[in-house]
T-cell receptor, first 109, second 116 residues
Framework: GQNIDQPTEMTATEGAIVQINCTYQ??????LFWYQQHAGEAPTFLSY??LDGLEEKGRFSSFLSRSKGYSYLLLKELQMKDSASYLC??????????WGAGTKLIIKP | GAVVSQHPSWVICKSGTSVKIECRSL??????MFWYRQFPKQSLMLMAT?????????EQGVEKDKFLINHASLTLSTLTVTSAHPEDSSFYIC????????????FGQGTRLTVV
């Protein structure tokens, strides 16, 4: 079966760095997405990785290792507004998005 | 990024009535649109995929006669929840893609449906 695993909840301090991990097992791979979702709102696109390595975009970076079925989202210089759920999604061989359950990130002052 | 507009943002309806949700791509042509449903504290669940001018492809367990999807143009898709029941209360989100491989899907704002 297809499976995306990510931690249910994480807590971090304002100004710090946090890494949210995602492991996946899917039928085929056509890229991995990270989305941010604030409560009651639709997800917002953060990043897309299809090749191994680190993609940096401002305070957010995303890493992918296809051989390990592993990705992480790295958030630096955390701000209170970063409190949200972070969704990992993998596009399978049929170009369907398989979604993780999301990681709720709580930022404390 | 591209803009996808979803309307209404929230709706309350009586049990047994039908509700239509619109999803529009404002600045690009969306060849493919996806409809998702999200229950509280759960992951997004794909309901159906629609390509312009053809019938939608529904995921297993989604009743096509209850959730009517129309993708009549490259900028508009609609989801109609027919004969709504309280268990249909959920957050419905559409996303649109201009490419075949959906390398980036742009999401609408979502519609919170409450059936009373």
């Amino acid at each position: 079966g297809q499976n995306i695993d990510q931690p249910t909840e994480m807590t971090a301090t304002e100004g710090a760095i946090v890494q949210i991990n995602c492991t996946y097992q899917t039928s085929g791979f056509n890229g991995l997405f990270w989305y941010q979702q604030h409560a009651g709102e639709a997800p917002t696109f953060l990043s897309y990785n299809v090749l191994d390595g680190l993609e940096e975009k401002g305070r957010f970076s995303s890493f992918l290792s296809r051989s390990k079925g592993y990705s992480y989202l790295l958030l630096k210089e955390l701000q209170m507004k970063d409190s949200a759920s972070y969704l990992c999604a993998v596009m399978d061989s049929n170009y369907q998005l398989i979604w993780g359950a999301g990681t709720k990130l709580i930022i404390k002052p | 990024g591209a803009v996808v507009s979803q309307h209404p943002s929230w709706v309350i309806c009586k049990s047994g009535t039908s509700v239509k949700i619109e999803c529009r791509s404002l600045d690009f042509q969306a060849t493919t649109m996806f409809w998702y449903r999200q229950f509280p504290k759960q992951s997004l669940m794909l309901m159906a995929t629609s390509n312009e001018g053809s019938k939608a492809t529904y995921e297993q367990g989604v009743e096509k006669d209850k959730f009517l999807i129309n993708h009549a143009s490259l900028t508009l898709s609609t989801l109609t929840v027919t004969s709504a029941h309280p268990e249909d209360s959920s957050f419905y989100i559409c996303s649109a893609s201009s490419g075949e491989t959906n390398t980036e899907a742009f999401f609408g704002q979502g519609t919170r449906l409450t059936v009373v």
